[in-house]
């Protein structure tokens, strides 16, 4: 494919949508069209470069033998959805000042351990090309309700065995049903 340009459609308060041109191999003309974090977009290295635009926060509790969760309202789908604590990186903010921050905004949990921070990933290519960089590690301390009257969050620590269950019970956010499956198959 072959990039021919961009166009910005409407800008959100969180999402800006663009159409997007391609020449196909073929010369056939293709629109695509797609959400961005990024208000001002103007090149096809601008889709693919930048820093991560939210952080994901994969935490066990400090004797690896619970995973933490999070039962959320999604709006996009009118109902609630298993996933992992998560939210947008604030402007200045390094990834793990925006993990230790979300975490205790979402859960009231304290960071404990960051054992690996995962290079960063594209959440869901075929609508945004928003990043994400995740933070893999423990956390502890006692739940709180989310500071945020805008989020609906759940928070609970499971066992493989009770992830087991609500994997094939439940609906999840597509890479938090994949990890949780791993997860909960081995002794990861």
Known sequence: MKFLGLT?????KYLTKYDLTYETSKKNIKNYEMVSRNRDLHSV??????????VVMIMTDPAGERLLLTREFRMA??????????????PGESCEESARRELWE??????????????????????TNEKS???????EGEFTESTSDEEEIECRWYSREEVRHLVATEAF?????MFCYFWSQSNL
């Open 8 to 12: 910005k459609v409407s800008e959100g």
């Open 45 to 54: 290295e601008e889709l693919y470069n930048g820093k991560a635009d939210s």
């Open 77 to 90: 789908l009118g109902r609630t959805v298993y996933g992992f604590p998560a939210g947008l990186v604030d």
């Open 106 to 127: 979402e859960t009231g949990l304290t960071l404990k351990t960051i054992e690996k921070i995962l290079p960063d990933s594209f959440n869901c290519v075929g609508i």
């Open 133 to 139: 960089c995740v933070i893999i590690g423990t956390a």
């Open 173 to 177: 956010s597509a890479r938090v049903q």
